[in-house]
């Protein structure tokens, strides 16, 4: 089980300058499913980067909020990043 992702947590990624560094915040879409009042993050949102924007492309197999799988700890971007914070309280699989 990940911590899942809210919006305005960060992650980590070499970015397109190919240099590793953590950035954020992740830009949640979707406003229907919120924990302590902040939106969920699901795949196809949107990451601010140094350089660019960055979009979150893997997420729970199980958990969807209207059909988009949901985003944790660990869960892939675009440009070879990956969410490195979560709401420790919620877990999915």
Same mark, same amino acid.
């Given at each position: !089980?990940?911590? &899942? ?14 240099? #590793?560094?953590?950035?954020?915040? &992740? ?10 009042? !902040? ?7 949107? #990451?601010?980067?140094?350089?660019? #924007?960055?979009? &979150?492309?893997?997420?729970?197999? &199980? ?31």
């Amino acid at each position: !089980m990940k911590s &899942i992702a809210l919006n305005g947590h960060t992650h980590t990624c070499k970015g397109t300058k190919n240099s #590793i560094h953590k950035n954020g915040p &992740i830009q949640a879409a979707q406003t229907l499913v919120k924990v302590n009042g !902040m939106p969920v993050a699901v795949v196809g949102d949107k #990451i601010t980067c140094d350089d660019t #924007i960055d979009t &979150i492309v893997t997420g729970s197999a &199980i958990v969807k909020i209207n059909g988009k799988p949901v985003a944790r700890i660990g869960d892939k971007t675009a440009i070879g990043g990956f969410i490195d914070k979560g709401e420790s309280l919620v877990k999915v699989e």
